[in-house]
């Protein structure tokens, strides 16, 4: 009895203390459609912020005439960025009216510009502020300020700078032929090469070679081949936060009629950086997107645009079947996706508010920017994907590619938009996951219970825009993968390092063999069999692959030894000698350096050296020879004595001819001549004899 008298009192009480809270208790854990409508009651939707009005039709907090009074605000604050920005944001959801056309024309005319480029950035054109050049566009379409906005001349500008700096930059002065920034891949160089993009759209012919010779710029300087990623400048080997490079780079494949060198880069850098491991990704921390790996600082619009990009090339072929297993499991695993931003300290859960870093504060526009968020991460590709529209016109673009026409989150009504290549697609917006099979491309409503845990009807209302590019127009069967194994080798490493990797059929991957001290790079073994000694080595991915490298040991070198050539000789004055050198064993190359009487002779660093005495007397050489390794050795002394010509000069040895074979008949000839010769006179001498005279002198006189 008394049990029972406890437990009302207790029920009784709780009642009373919940009747007085401020707010009402839910029963965790809530689903994410009601997290959607926390963080979107959290927003302030009359802000006159156009990225703000164009999120409020998102979320049906407001209509597109609110625009209206965003143009408005801007100009009445002399914002004219912000005019023509409004006019843009308006344009993609497909709004205009006449208020519009009247505050864009102020803008038109009192926009500050530099020769012919909009002035958006100090004293120079921002290559983030792309939307600004639609501009053109709407000075055409209006008639108005035609001269001042002048398409060509202002591509001509753009482009001078660019063949001025020789590269991407971030931003440039056309009066002044001025520009400054590095080369990281997105900051300057996808947004140079969108700025080019968007002078194309415009109709600029020579635009778009330019976006391509950008791009080939990016794959010459900004690619890690052994690792297969793009590094944040150059071949630094930074990893940074600006994803939404591949909605640029996507853009361009897209206005190249789909067929650009170097798209699979695309894939693999996004593998490398969200996807291969998890959550542990080099990207990620605390289930965000942080701006480097050297700087922890969690950033909100990176973090959008990383599952933006992730949905978007889900159905390009090369975005194999791992990586659509990572992301499926970014989005529904322990903890999914939308839970753990919720736990990254980017969102403050008194507040329901979100801010667009963890060292900034809670924001409308960053709250705002958080549900769309959460509304992507409630969206899992299948067989089926999201069709997002490629269009980046601002330093990580958050709106322009999510047109109120493609998508929608109607709470109350339990209703969503979105756009879909057709196929299946899953839902976790309830307490349970729900599908859908589309049986084709376009845009649908798609309508939950009142849980959101079930669908009970979509509908196909339009088809994909044609004013949008899209990726691809279907989900393609993803390709399949094979492991390459790198195994631990004993006397060097390999780049990159010992491990299984795993890459999409008929991609190649290049290893490099790096051998440790006293070791030297001998052959690959591929699958067991010994393929090459090139380094590095290609492997084509057919199969499944072993690639081993061998190193063996560097054999020790051979003593050094020198010997110099002659070692004793006798000079006159002036007169040269050449002295020459062998080298034996040490380590190549070797450097030289030659000594008279213990001097080091200038210049004389070579293997031989010639030597010319100008005075009598004696003189010692030697050579010292120092090796590759810094091994020294010395010559044994060669020892030169020199002396005054004499009177009448000096005489040189003739040297004996070579025998000529081709003259011994004719000396033959001469010696039987001088034997037949002799016999003459022989036979004369017996003809005379020798009588005394009467000087007492012999004389000949014939025979009585």
Not at 460 to 465: E, G, P, Q, V
Request: charged share 15%; net charge negative; glycine share 6%.
């Amino acid at each position: 009895m008394h049990k029972t008298n406890l437990l009302l009192t207790i029920l009784c009480l709780n009642a009373f203390i919940i009747g007085f809270l401020p707010y009402p208790i839910r029963a965790a854990p809530i689903t994410l459609a009601q997290q959607i409508n926390d963080v979107m009651n959290a927003v302030d939707w009359n802000s006159c912020d156009s990225d703000v009005v164009h999120l409020s039709v998102i979320f049906k907090k407001a209509t597109l005439s609110q625009y209206d009074d965003a143009i408005k605000s801007c100009a009445g604050s002399a914002d004219w960025i912000g005019v023509i920005k409004t006019k843009r944001n308006a344009e993609v959801d497909d709004y205009n009216s006449a208020t519009i056309d009247l505050y864009l024309k102020q803008g038109l005319t009192n926009q500050p510009m530099l020769s012919y480029l909009p002035q958006t950035y100090q004293n120079n054109y921002l290559v983030y502020h792309r939307y600004m050049l639609h501009g053109y566009k709407y000075a055409e379409q209006l008639s108005y300020e035609i001269e001042k906005w002048n398409k060509t001349a202002a591509y001509n500008d753009f482009s001078r700078i660019y063949d001025l700096a020789g590269r991407p930059f971030l931003y440039c002065n056309p009066i002044t032929d001025s520009f400054g920034g590095s080369r990281r891949y997105y900051d300057e160089c996808a947004e140079t090469l969108g700025v080019f993009m968007k002078f194309s759209e415009l109709d600029v012919s020579e635009a778009s070679a330019r976006a391509n010779q950008v791009w080939e710029y990016i794959n010459t300087y900004n690619w890690n081949e052994a690792e297969q990623y793009y590094p944040y400048i150059g071949t630094s080997g930074i990893v940074e936060c600006e994803v939404a490079f591949h909605t640029i780079i996507g853009e361009l494949y897209a206005f190249n009629n789909r067929t650009l060198p170097y798209m699979d880069r695309c894939t693999s850098d996004i593998n490398y950086k969200l996807l291969q491991d998890g959550w542990a990704s080099k990207l990620w921390s605390n289930y965000t997107i942080r701006h480097a790996e050297t700087n922890p600082q969690l950033r909100l619009e990176n973090t959008l645009n990383a599952f933006q990009v992730m949905h978007t090339y889900y159905p390009y072929p090369s975005f194999n079947s791992i990586m659509r297993d990572s992301f499926i499991q970014l989005l529904t695993g322990s903890p999914k996706a939308w839970q753990g931003l919720l736990q990254s300290g980017l969102y403050s859960d008194a507040s329901k508010r979100f801010r667009w870093s963890s060292t900034g504060s809670y924001d409308n526009g960053a709250t705002a920017t958080g549900a769309m968020l959460l509304f992507l991460d409630g969206i899992i590709p299948s067989t089926g994907s999201l069709a997002i529209p490629l269009n980046d016109e601002y330093y990580e673009d958050t709106v322009r590619s999510f047109p109120a026409s493609h998508f929608s989150f109607d709470y109350p009504n339990t209703l969503i938009k979105i756009p879909v290549l057709a196929g299946e697609l899953k839902f976790q917006f309830g307490s349970t996951v729900t599908s859908y099979e589309f049986p084709e491309n376009g845009i649908y409503e798609v309508d939950f219970n009142s849980d959101w845990s079930s669908i009970t009807n979509a509908t196909k209302f339009a088809s994909l825009d044609p004013r949008f590019s899209y990726l691809v127009d279907s989900v393609s069967p993803a390709l399949p993968t094979y492991t390459l194994t790198l195994p631990v080798a004993v006397g060097g490493t390999t780049s990159p390092p010992s491990g299984i990797y795993s890459y999409t059929a008929s991609s190649t991957v290049q290893v490099t063999a790096v051998p440790n001290t006293d070791y030297q790079f001998n052959h690959w073994i591929l699958d067991n069999s010994t393929v090459s000694s090139a380094n590095p080595y290609t492997v084509l991915m057919s199969k499944n692959h072993t690639l081993e490298a061998v190193f063996t040991l560097v054999p020790p070198p051979l003593q050094l030894s020198i010997t110099i050539n002659p070692l004793s000789v006798t000079l006159y004055v002036s007169q040269s000698l050449t002295f020459t050198s062998r080298v034996g064993g040490g380590t190549a190359p070797y450097t030289y350096q030659w000594y008279l009487n213990s001097n080091p002779v200038s210049d004389a660093t070579s293997s031989n050296w010639t030597f010319t005495p100008t005075t009598s007397g004696i003189y010692y050489v030697n050579l010292k020879v120092i090796d590759n390794d810094g091994r020294v050795v010395q010559s044994d002394t060669g020892r030169i004595q020199t002396q005054s010509i004499p009177v009448g000069g000096y005489s040189r040895p003739l040297t004996k001819p070579a025998e000529n074979t081709a003259s011994l008949p004719y000396t033959m000839f001469l010696a039987v001549l001088s034997s037949i010769l002799c016999l003459i006179r022989h036979r004369q001498n017996k003809q005379f004899v020798l009588v005394k005279t009467r000087s007492g002198k012999p004389d000949r006189v014939p025979p009585p």
